[in-house]
């Protein structure tokens, strides 16, 4: 019965720290989900070339972060190893708050950190460097 007991102890103890999740850092990009797609590395042409990548992240515009459109869709961040995450509602805002902000036309890299969930990041804090 002890060991039943301790075995039963020890699962809900993994169970329990598998299930929280830590808050990791990310570096990259901010980006609109709508312009997300365009700078997803693809291969196109003929002959066939690289496309979209890191290259396309750093050259989106603050002017098109901040069109209607770009801000309804939310905000992201593209990172270095070509990957784009969706940003929770919260952290959507403080990238909006962050970009206005920012004098930068161009190249919105940023720090954050935050909780990966899936595809989405629930942001807890966001720094333009």
């Known amino acids: 019965m002890t060991t039943l007991l301790r075995s039963f102890c020890l699962t809900a103890l993994f169970t329990g720290l598998a299930a929280t999740a830590s808050a990791a850092q990310f570096k990259g990009v901010i980006i609109d989900q709508t312009c997300s797609a365009k700078a997803e590395l693809r291969l196109a042409g003929v002959p066939q070339t690289l496309q979209g990548g890191m290259i396309v992240a750093e050259a989106h515009t603050r002017e098109c972060a901040l069109m209607p459109a770009c801000q309804k869709s939310g905000y992201g961040i593209f990172?270095?190893?070509?990957?784009?995450?969706?940003?929770?509602?919260?952290?959507?805002?403080?990238?909006?708050?962050?970009?206005?902000?920012?004098?930068?036309?161009?190249?919105?890299?940023?720090?954050?950190?935050?909780?990966?969930?899936?595809?989405?990041?629930?942001?807890?804090?966001l720094k333009l460097l």
Do not use: M, P
């Open 79 to 125: 990172t270095w190893d070509n990957k784009f995450f969706k940003f929770d509602e919260a952290g959507s805002r403080k990238a909006l708050d962050a970009i206005k902000a920012s004098k930068k036309e161009d190249d919105l890299e940023v720090e954050v950190t935050g909780e990966l969930q899936g595809d989405v990041i629930k942001v807890t804090a």
